[in-house]
């Protein structure tokens, strides 16, 4: 297969009542796990990379290491920008071979989210490009992005329906409570308003910041209409805690063959676990 964008796959979750998981991938070995994990459980995946780490692993590894697993996998597989603010960034790699994006244009006013929205949904859609949006805001931390509790905000269902007919977008990431990283407390999710924004729009649903939060909260959600759930910080713990226990047991250990299998091993579970959680397995 060839790298899709995320139209067919998040149209036939919508359809059927799933959702794709977007895994965030940092390297290879991330890579790996998460496009060895969807082929072997037989689900549609979605690869996200933040501007951070597209500039550390480099955007046209990334295209071709997913370009290289497509080939070798039958199952459906997207690069995803994630978290982009930078129009002339999602363009450029738009161009390389990325056939998805989230623009973040969250953080600015209304209009101004509306117009770079629109901006990026006209250039994108002429590559069969797809685009995300989020109207509110996430609080949390994921990898260099930094929003604060104070200046986070609930996505507004009215406001959702004017905001994707207005910028023409294909899916619509919401702010109904979860946040970035790691939770203080416990996650709550705010169902009401998650159902409200479903009957105002039709383009599929995004969930944010889905590690930490109980599987219960999160298929319920799934059961609501969200269709896609990102996943960064619940794969990001086991690879380092299990490199850093070898690491413990093996002081004078420096082979990257040896350290990274670990991590890699630990990190397959939980990619697996989600892929479940998500009810994607046996749908590519
Ligand atoms: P978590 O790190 O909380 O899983 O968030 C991931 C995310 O939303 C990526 O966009």
Same mark, same amino acid.
């Given at each position: 297969m060839k790298i899709l964008s995320t139209r067919e796959m998040l149209k036939k979750a919508q359809r059927e009542g799933y959702a794709i998981p977007a895994f965030n991938i940092h390297n290879l070995e991330t890579l790996q796990v998460v496009v060895d994990t969807a082929a072997e459980l037989r689900s549609p995946v979605i690869l996200a990379g933040t501007p951070s780490t597209i500039a550390y692993a480099g955007g046209e590894y990334i295209v071709a290491m997913a370009e290289t697993a497509a080939k070798e996998y039958d199952i459906p597989i997207a690069i995803h920008l994630d978290h982009y603010e930078d129009v002339e960034a999602i363009k450029h790699f738009i161009d390389l071979g990325f056939k998805s994006a989230m623009i973040d244009a #969250?953080? *600015?006013d209304y209009e101004d989210n509306i117009r770079i929205v629109r901006e990026v949904v006209e250039y994108a859609h002429k590559f069969d490009a797809t685009v995300e949006a989020e109207l509110g805001r996430l609080g949390g931390q994921e990898d260099d992005l930094i929003v604060d509790e104070k200046d986070s905000k609930y996505t507004n269902p009215e406001q959702a329906r004017d905001f994707v007919e207005r910028t023409g977008i294909d899916s619509l990431a919401v702010a109904i409570g979860t946040a970035h %990283? *790691?939770?203080?407390g416990e996650a709550k999710l705010d169902f009401d308003r998650l159902k409200e924004i479903r009957d105002m729009v039709d383009v599929p649903l995004v969930l944010h %910041?889905? #590690?930490?939060?109980?599987d219960e909260l999160v298929k319920k959600a799934i059961s609501l209409g969200i269709c896609k759930v990102n996943v960064a910080t619940d794969l990001k713990i086991p690879f380092s805690d299990a490199v850093k226990k070898y690491f413990n047991e093996n002081p004078t250990a420096n082979d990257p063959r040896k350290y990274m299998t670990p991590g890699k091993e630990a990190m397959k579970k939980i990619v697996a676990h989600k892929i479940m959680v998500c009810g994607s397995n046996g749908k590519a």
């Open positions: #969250s953080h *600015l %990283g *790691l939770y203080q %910041g889905a #590690s930490d939060v109980p």
